[in-house]
């Protein structure tokens, strides 16, 4: 049971490339986030899904795409990377939806570094 | 706009100290408060979710308390250990979405 895991750890871009990062979740659950935290900012939703084929946007969704083709996986995507994305990526899964009534917790995958030259 | 606010953003103290770690929150329109713990280089993982109708929860040496009337939270770590050592982070829930605070930053000494 691996819980929640994100692929790649660490990646830098240069302006103006694209590229996804993946996260996967062993706990069959319903709910998956992709946040951000930048230093002096907390952490901040950039787009979720309430189940496979659905997604959402968050508070900060402008630059990503997001996709839930399997229910196991949540891809976040950067058409065209900028430097203001540099900050650490974090993936995130739950059984019930975050911030709503009966919420359980949410459990958090390792994260990813990237930096965007 | 729901903020969400903990001061002081670091706090050293020495091993065996009962301290106490401040939440606030602007908004008590909040389904509940969850406390989280970040390890350096690490993601987050969940400490203890008290729910609106609740006024506390307790797990081995942490309690944390809510008192949304003030729009406060506390988390309380009993005899704290250098392995305590890490970020904590609270976080409302309300709207579909969690509102997180900054983080408080704990150095237990030896």
């Known amino acids: 049971n691996a819980g929640v895991t994100q692929t790649p750890k660490f990646r830098v871009l240069k302006t103006g490339q694209s590229m996804t990062l993946l996260c996967a979740q062993d706990m069959n659950h319903e709910y998956m986030y992709w946040y951000r935290q930048d230093p002096g900012m907390g952490l901040r939703l950039i787009h979720y899904s309430v189940g496979e084929g659905t997604t959402a946007k968050g508070e900060v969704p402008d630059g990503y795409n997001v996709s839930r083709l399997k229910k196991q996986n949540f891809l976040l995507g950067l058409e065209s990377a900028a430097p203001s994305q540099t900050s650490v990526y974090f993936c995130a899964s739950s059984y019930r939806l975050a911030g709503g009534p009966g919420e359980d917790t949410q459990y958090f995958g390792p994260g990813t570094r990237l930096t965007v030259l | 706009k729901q903020e969400v606010t903990q001061i002081p953003a670091a706090l050293s103290v020495p091993e065996g100290e009962n301290l106490v770690l401040n939440c606030s929150f602007t908004?008590?329109?909040?389904?509940?408060l969850q406390w989280f713990r970040q390890d350096p280089g690490k993601g987050l993982t969940s400490l203890l979710l008290?729910?609106?109708?609740?006024r506390e929860q307790t797990s081995g040496r942490l309690n944390a308390s809510l008192d949304k009337s003030s729009g406060r939270s506390t988390l309380y770590i009993a005899a704290s250990q250098p392995g305590d050592s890490a970020t904590y982070l609270c976080a409302t829930g309300a709207n579909s979405k969690l509102t997180f605070g900054k983080g408080i930053t704990l150095s237990v000494r030896p």
């Open positions: 008290i729910q609106s109708s609740q």
């Open positions: 908004d008590s329109a909040i389904y509940n």
